[in-house]
């Protein structure tokens, strides 16, 4: 998954990229995620330009602004739910040197993936050595068809 959203001069004027430690933490989660919905998820990704990081660091939010010859950009749904908001998937990790365990969690709103909820910030943190996964939450089961 990509760590840089938008274009170049978006990213030096709004700052569209996730930290290496942040990536790694949204990977755990997808990676973790069955086959068919890791594929749409993924996919999202590839289609996402802009993110936006919340004052608090606490929450990155994703979205597709780009538009193709005027028409906007065709993003594919985690369909079934009967939810337009709901968890996907969350997961604890362990940080060296942190008393606090950190909770991660993806939400989908309307079928698309559209933010990264964190217990705490991350930012400051600048190796994944640091990060270890405890456990994963299969949310998805409870919102999503068993298929996924």
């Known amino acids: ?30 990676d973790s995620l069955p086959d068919h919905a890791k594929n749409i998820v993924e996919r999202q990704f590839e289609l996402y330009d802009i993110m936006q990081r919340e004052v608090d660091g606490r929450a990155l939010i994703f979205f ?17 739910s009967k939810l337009e908001d ?7 990790f362990s940080i060296k040197g942190e008393p606090k365990k950190l909770h991660a969690k993806l939400h989908v709103v309307h079928g698309r993936v559209f933010c990264l909820k964190l217990s705490f910030s991350i930012k ?3 190796e994944i050595q640091y990060i270890q996964l405890i456990k994963i939450k299969e949310v998805w089961r409870s919102n999503l068809p068993i298929h996924c």
């Open 1 to 30: 998954m990509k760590r840089q959203f938008g274009s170049i001069l978006t990213r030096l004027s709004v700052g569209n990229s996730i930290t290496v430690t942040e990536h790694y933490v949204l990977s755990m989660l997808v």
């Open 64 to 80: 597709v602004c780009k538009k193709v010859i005027g028409n906007p950009v065709s993003v594919p749904l985690l369909s079934g």
């Open 86 to 92: 709901y968890p996907l998937i969350s997961g604890t």
């Open 124 to 126: 400051h943190l600048r």
